[in-house]
């Protein structure tokens, strides 16, 4: 500090930002210059090749299904998950009502917590093994198993082009909801009780203290939620990997981003092409985190 207070920060702060630029940044400019070249990864000098590679994913009839799969998880996985995790949230913490002159949740509300987040410490890979079995097109997956007790013919969730991608959906929301529990659940316990109080005082039912209390002060954490949810409908490379047939089938029809530029990359050696794609996907998701968070943004509520 004696050489001055600005040497003491710069100091401090070299450090962290030339690993940031050597192994964020520099990565992210490598990755669109090579998609401005037919780098097959392994010469030393690709050759540079423009758009070339950008005006094929025009035309590419399998990136624009991934694209729409993309939009598919856009819209129902952080709609789906956030409703469940709110509604679970809201049982956990502030359903019992009054006791003790606070809030609390139903009975046995820390154990469901645990329940819940479990999905959350196992393996992507665990949890796609785990689905391979309860989706088996057979009568020995557990689905299966329990609709045909009822009569009910087997159905090929994961073979079937029109329930594939729902099913893999539906494993993605499984395993997400857990955790947005527990977020919506830190941003309910940091509202002031005296709100819900105040509220109960007034005759404010269980809908009234949700919909005209919770939610509104939880907004800046749905807001979060929807981000973090957005972008992982941007990825779900390794469910869709394990889970569906012949790695985005049947037909394509649940294939994604992530998938194609892994396959391009590493089954045909199209490193130039993938890095497109790669590019293609960064922008879409920047896109989406900054429309979302202008979209939603409001005036916060002070406490």
Same mark, same amino acid.
Request: glycine residues 8%.
């Given at each position: 500090?004696?050489?001055?207070?600005?040497?003491?920060?710069? %100091?401090?702060?070299?450090?962290?930002?030339?690993?940031?630029?050597?192994?964020?940044?520099?990565?992210?400019?490598?990755?669109?210059? @090579?998609?401005?070249?037919?780098?097959?990864?392994?010469?030393?000098?690709?050759?540079?090749?423009?758009?070339?590679?950008?005006?094929?994913? #025009?035309?590419?009839?399998?990136?624009?299904?991934?694209?729409?799969?993309?939009?598919?998880?856009?819209?129902?996985?952080?709609?789906?998950?956030?409703? $469940?995790?709110?509604?679970?949230?809201?049982?956990?913490?502030?359903?019992?009502?009054?006791?003790?002159?606070?809030?609390?949740? $139903?009975?046995?509300?820390?154990?469901?917590?645990? @329940?819940?987040?479990?999905?959350?410490?196992?393996?992507?890979?665990?949890?796609?093994?785990?689905?391979?079995? $309860?989706?088996?097109?057979?009568?020995?997956?557990?689905?299966?198993?329990?609709?045909?007790?009822? %009569? @009910?013919?087997?159905?090929?969730?994961?073979?079937?082009?029109? #329930?594939?991608?729902?099913?893999?959906?539906?494993?993605?929301?499984?395993?997400?909801?857990?955790?947005?529990?527990?977020?919506?659940?830190?941003?309910?316990?940091?509202?002031?009780?005296?709100?819900?109080?105040?509220?109960?005082?007034?005759?404010?039912?269980?809908?009234?203290?949700?919909?005209?209390?919770?939610?509104?002060?939880?907004?800046?954490?749905?807001?979060?939620?929807?981000?973090?949810?957005?972008?992982?409908?941007?990825?779900?490379?390794?469910?869709?990997?394990?889970?569906?047939?012949?790695? %985005? %089938?049947?037909?394509?029809?649940?294939?994604?981003?992530?998938?194609?530029?892994?396959?391009?990359?590493?089954?045909?050696?199209?490193?130039?092409?993938?890095?497109?794609?790669?590019?293609?996907?960064?922008?879409?998701?920047?896109?989406?985190?900054?429309?979302?968070?202008?979209?939603?943004?409001?005036?916060? $509520?002070?406490?």
């Amino acid at each position: 500090m004696r050489h001055g207070r600005y040497p003491f920060i710069v %100091g401090f702060l070299a450090a962290p930002v030339i690993l940031y630029v050597v192994f964020v940044i520099s990565p992210y400019v490598q990755a669109f210059y @090579i998609a401005l070249t037919n780098w097959k990864g392994i010469s030393a000098n690709p050759q540079f090749v423009g758009l070339e590679n950008f005006s094929r994913l #025009l035309d590419d009839e399998v990136f624009w299904a991934a694209v729409r799969h993309h939009g598919l998880l856009l819209l129902v996985m952080p709609l789906v998950t956030i409703v $469940i995790a709110l509604f679970f949230s809201f049982l956990l913490n502030l359903s019992g009502g009054q006791r003790g002159g606070q809030m609390t949740g $139903i009975w046995g509300s820390k154990v469901y917590r645990v @329940i819940f987040f479990m999905p959350q410490v196992l393996a992507v890979a665990i949890v796609g093994v785990l689905f391979q079995t $309860i989706y088996r097109p057979d009568e020995t997956g557990v689905i299966n198993g329990l609709l045909g007790k009822v %009569g @009910i013919d087997p159905v090929g969730w994961l073979i079937e082009p029109d #329930l594939a991608l729902w099913a893999i959906m539906g494993v993605v929301v499984w395993q997400a909801v857990g955790f947005y529990v527990v977020l919506f659940s830190a941003g309910m316990s940091s509202i002031p009780k005296d709100v819900f109080e105040a509220a109960a005082l007034d005759g404010a039912g269980r809908f009234t203290l949700f919909f005209k209390i919770t939610l509104p002060l939880l907004w800046d954490t749905m807001q979060v939620a929807w981000v973090y949810l957005g972008i992982a409908a941007f990825d779900c490379f390794a469910l869709v990997q394990v889970l569906s047939v012949d790695r %985005g %089938g049947p037909d394509n029809s649940t294939t994604v981003l992530p998938l194609e530029i892994w396959r391009t990359a590493f089954n045909f050696s199209k490193f130039g092409y993938a890095s497109a794609m790669g590019v293609a996907l960064f922008f879409m998701t920047i896109t989406f985190a900054a429309l979302t968070l202008r979209v939603t943004r409001r005036e916060r $509520i002070e406490f």
